[in-house]
C-alpha cells in the first residue's frame, strides 16, 4: 500500500476534539494500522489530503467556508474518502458520531486500508486504459485526416466543369457513401463532334475500391493520336477491352472487378454509342412530358477485371432533339427502400429507382434532373446511412444538327 496515513482536520471550534479522537486512534491503532496526521483547516494543503486514505474532519454544519472548499474538493477526488463526524449526513461522506471512539474508527479505518490495494489497481489499470484510448484517439484522428485528405484527392479527378458544346446539356451526381468513394464518372469532349460519358464502379468499398476507380478512369483511352497527327476517337466497346486488358496485365493476388459503362455521343449524327461491363443499364428517357416510357440498354459485356478476352459489343441509338440518357450506379437500387419493411428487406435492391427516373425524365434541363435526384435523396428515410455510393449522369440532346443523318428515330440496335 502506498499510502500510509489518514488525515484529521481539526477546526477553530473542534481542535480539542479532533486532538483527542485523533489521540484515542494512536492509542488503539497496531502495527498494520496507518499513520494519522493533525493538521488545522487552515493549514492544510493538497499534499496532505491528496493519496491519503481517508479525511476525517469535525462535521460541524457551519464550518467555515475553507472547509467547505476542502470538502468539494474531496468530493471529487477518487481516490480520497471523506469521513465527517457529526452534523448533518452528505451522499459523498461517511457519517459518523462526533465521538465515534476509537473501536468504530478503527473499523472504518481499517476497511479503507484494505480496499486502498484494489483501488490502486484500478486506479492503475485506469491510467493504462486512458493512455491506450487516447493514442487510439490520436491514431483514429490521423487516418481521419488522411480519408478526408483522399477524398479532396478524389474529387479533384473528377470534371471542374461540365461544358461539353456538342449539341448537348450534362450534368452529374456523385455522393459518396462514406469519405472515399466506389465509384467515379468522366466527361469528355473527344473532340468537336463527339462526347464522352464515363462511369464506373468498382466491386467494394472504402479506399481500395476508390483506388482503382481512378486507376480505371484515368486508364480510359477516348482517342487514338496517329504518327501524322490525326485523331480517331475509339468506339466505347473497343474501350472498354482495352481497358479490360490492362486491369489482367495489372492483375495480381487480389483479384479487383468493377463494372463500367461508356457512351460515345456524336453530335452531328445524333447517335449515341453504348457499351457497358456488367453496369446497370443505360436509360434512354423521352422528351420533357412526352409520356413515353424510358427505354433500358443492358450490358454488353462481363464485369472488368475478369475474362483477358472479354468482348464488349454496343447498343447503338439516334437520339431525337429533348430526348437523353441517363447513366447511374447500383447503389440507386437500394438508394430508396420500402420503409414498411423490415430491415433486413430494405436493405435489398429494389426497382423503385426506376420510377424516380421515369419522374426525372419529365424535365427538360439535367441540371434541374439532378437537382431534384439530390432532393429525393435528401428527403428520404435512412438518406444519412447511405448504404453505398450513387453517382448518376443526365444528359439531353438540346439542339438539332443540320446536317445530321436520315435514319430513323426509332432505331435501337447492337452493333457487333
Known sequence: ?????????????????????????????????????????????????????????????????????????????????????????RSDAISLPTDPGSTSLMAVIRTLAHRQPEFERVQN???????????????????????????????????REISVDCGVTVAALWRPASYVSGD???????????????????????????????????????????PDGEHRVVPPGEALGRLNRFMMSRKGETTRFATATYVVFNHRTSTARIASAGHPSVVRIGKPESGSPNQEFAATGGLLGVF???????????????????????????????????????????????????RLANLDHPPSMIAEIEDMLDRHTGSLHQSDDLTMICMRRDAVVADARTVQPDTIHQVH
Open 308 to 358: 483477358d478476352d472479354e468482348v464488349f459489343h454496343e447498343h447503338e441509338v439516334v437520339l431525337e432533339n429533348g430526348e437523353g440518357l441517363i447513366l447511374h450506379s447500383d447503389g440507386f437500387e437500394q438508394a430508396f427502400p420500402d420503409c414498411a419493411r423490415d430491415h433486413h428487406h430494405r436493405r435489398l435492391p429494389n426497382h423503385r429507382y426506376r420510377d424516380v427516373i421515369q
Open 1 to 89: 500500500m502506498s499510502t500510509s496515513w489518514v488525515l484529521f482536520v481539526t477546526t477553530p471550534s473542534s481542535a480539542t476534539d479532533v486532538v483527542r479522537i485523533a489521540d484515542s486512534y494512536r492509542a488503539a491503532r497496531t502495527d498494520l494500522d496507518p499513520e494519522c496526521r493533525v493538521v488545522s483547516g487552515d493549514e492544510v494543503g493538497e499534499s496532505d489530503w491528496r493519496g491519503s486514505l481517508g479525511v476525517i474532519l469535525s462535521g460541524q454544519d457551519d464550518v467555515p467556508p475553507f472547509i467547505r472548499r476542502l470538502e468539494d474538493r474531496i468530493g471529487f477526488d477518487s481516490m480520497t474518502t471523506l469521513i465527517r463526524l457529526g452534523g448533518s449526513k
Open 125 to 159: 489499470e485506469l491510467a493504462v486504459t486512458t493512455r491506450i484510448a487516447e493514442g487510439v484517439q490520436d491514431e483514429i484522428g490521423r487516418i481521419d485526416q488522411e480519408l478526408q485528405m483522399a477524398s479532396l484527392v478524389q474529387r479533384e479527378f473528377l470534371p
Open 184 to 226: 467515379i464518372y468522366d466527361i469528355i469532349k473527344l473532340d468537336d463532334d463527339h462526347v464522352g460519358l464515363f462511369l464506373a464502379d468498382a466491386v467494394g468499398h472504402g479506399v481500395p475500391a476508390a483506388l482503382l476507380t481512378m486507376v480505371i478512369c484515368r486508364s480510359l483511352n477516348g482517342v487514338d493520336i496517329g
